[in-house]
């Protein structure tokens, strides 16, 4: 059974930084694309940043670049996702997901975690 646990979320003032981690079971992580994704309160899930299986390939959303930083430790089966700078448009619920391809559409991606909560004050 794959299982994807994210953690690191809390409340943080503008300008200020948290990393969350998401740790996965169940699959050889290895293998697969990781990605983060967040949802608003009355917005559509989207897209944040992702990272493939080797490394190699990053993407990120026009509205995190330069701000959040995406990595992987396999041997530990974490990823994680490292934001500076946040502003009052990061506060979302923030969502790990596993994907067998780098360009999958947020429907493709097959497992995802709970989420935890960000919330960022002005």
């Known amino acids: 059974q794959v299982q994807l646990a994210e953690s690191g979320g809390g409340l943080v003032q503008a300008g200020g930084s948290l990393r969350l981690s998401c740790v996965g079971s169940g699959r050889t992580f290895s293998w697969y694309v990781m990605g983060w994704f967040r949802q608003a309160p009355g917005k559509e899930r989207e897209f944040v940043a992702a990272i493939s299986g080797s490394g190699r390939r990053i993407a990120y959303a026009d509205s995190v670049k330069g701000r959040f930083t995406i990595s992987r430790d396999d041997a530990k089966n974490t990823v994680y996702l490292q934001m500076n700078g946040l502003n009052f448009a990061d506060t979302a619920v923030y969502y790990c997901?596993?994907?067998?391809?780098?360009?999958?559409?947020?429907?493709?991606?097959?497992?995802w975690g709970q989420g935890t909560q960000v919330t960022v004050s002005s």
């Open positions: 997901a596993t994907s067998p391809r780098f360009e999958s559409t947020i429907r493709q991606y097959d497992y």
